[in-house]
């Protein structure tokens, strides 16, 4: 992992009940997020957190659409969208920043997809492509040149957050071992070969060995780091050295 500088942000991305084992859009393992997150966050100056927002009756919930089925993809005009089931309906209890989620070093919630007919992967850019959500113009009246996007999902909001800082002109990395797919489609392959073409992966091989020497290299024997075996990492773990169970299970 690079050295953390002051201009860097911990990007905390959706860590929300709905997105987590028992909620209404569950990404596999994703709870197991936390721990190493909450961990992060004590190597940054500064951590900031979006969360997904969303009217009742979104323009990306299937059931807003007659015959449609979660997962189906359509045209909402802006370009193709995956439908999902209803989640992260604004003041329901699935869509508050998780409970076990650390909040007092989060300096700013970016709220997103609260706009009726767009939805929003990217911290930065709504998926219309055009509507900003304020965090690139956040970024730079306070100085941050990079950003280290961590959470939930790997393949869709925490990806995008990155592709979309990059494009706006900021460094930006993504902590595989501290986020989790949807794996939907394709989408986890996708992600990581867009993000293996990006040059992250180095620096997440070394993030994950910090974190816990030896479930990373479990982690990411053979592939490569990015590849990594997202499903088959074996444990992700928040402890910052090596850990009685990884020890034990070498
Ligand atoms: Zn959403």
Redesign the pocket.
């Known amino acids: 992992m690079p050295r953390i500088e002051a201009s860097d942000l911990l990007l905390v991305v959706d860590i929300q009940p709905d997105f987590c084992p028992g909620g209404a ?1 569950p990404v596999p393992g994703g709870d197991a997020v936390i721990a190493p997150v909450n961990a992060l966050m004590d190597r940054f100056r500064h951590v900031a957190a979006t969360q ?1 927002w ?1 009217p009742a009756g ?1 323009a ?1 919930f299937a059931s807003s659409h007659r015959g449609r089925q979660p997962f189906d993809v359509i045209d909402l005009g802006y370009g193709p969208q995956t439908l ?1 089931p209803d ?2 309906v604004q003041g329901t209890p699935g869509a508050a920043l998780h409970a076990a989620l650390r909040q007092e070093p989060i300096e700013l919630i970016v709220r997103k ?1 609260f706009r009726p007919d767009v ?1 929003s992967y990217s911290a930065f850019v709504e998926n219309d492509r055009a509507t900003p959500t304020g965090l690139a113009g956040y970024m730079r009246e306070r100085g941050f040149r990079r950003v280290l996007c961590a959470g939930l999902a790997l393949d869709y909001c925490v990806r995008w957050s990155v592709e979309d800082a990059r494009r706006l002109g900021f460094e930006a990395l993504a902590v595989v071992d501290a986020s989790r797919a949807i794996d939907q489609a394709g989408s986890l392959g996708e992600a990581l070969a867009a993000m293996r073409k990006a040059g992250v992966g180095d620096r997440l091989r070394i993030q994950a060995r910090r974190l816990c020497r030896r479930a990373a290299a479990q982690a990411f024997r053979g592939e490569g780091a990015v590849a990594g075996r997202q499903a088959g990492v074996p444990a992700i773990c928040g402890r910052r050295q090596d850990c009685a169970r990884h020890s034990r299970s070498e």
């Open positions: 859009l997904d969303h979104h990306s999902w989640h992260c997809g939805d």
